[in-house]
Nanobody
Framework: QVQLVESGGGLVQAGGSLRLSCAAS????????MAWFRQAPGKERDFVAH????????YYADSVKGRFTISRDGAKNTVYLQMNSLKPEDTAVYYC??????????????????WGQGTQVTVSS
């Protein structure tokens, strides 16, 4: 059973940076895709970025491209989301998610079966 635990959220001023971590356990993740989603109050859960565990291929939502970087550390079984140049509209609960890799990548939250508990990111203006 996959277990995901996020950390690193907090309060930061606009223009600042945060690094989120997602510690993964319970599986060998070489065939998995790891992703970050976020959900603001009253809104749907939106895709942010994903990375393939084996090859490190990445993909980003347009809204974060050039500002956020997703990476993974195989030795630590941890996925990171480095967030720079944060904006108030980045305020949300950020979730780590995992699923087995498929030929056609997906950015739909419903296609991910394993989730962390979420970590709050608040960006003040």
């Amino acid at each position: 059973q996959v277990q995901l635990v996020e950390s690193g959220g907090g309060l930061v001023q606009a223009g600042g940076s945060l690094r989120l971590s997602c510690a993964a356990s319970g599986r060998t993740f070489s065939s998995y895709v790891m992703a970050w989603f976020r959900q603001a109050p009253g809104k749907e859960r939106d895709f942010v970025a994903h990375i393939t565990w084996s090859g490190g291929s990445t993909y980003y939502a347009d809204s974060v491209k050039g500002r956020f970087t997703i990476s993974r550390d195989g030795a630590k079984n941890t996925v990171y989301l480095q967030m720079n140049s944060l904006k108030p509209e980045d305020t949300a609960v950020y979730y780590c998610a995992a699923r087995r890799r498929t030929i056609v990548p997906t950015m739909k939250s419903a296609d991910f079966g394993s989730w962390g508990q979420g970590t709050q990111v608040t960006v003040s203006s």
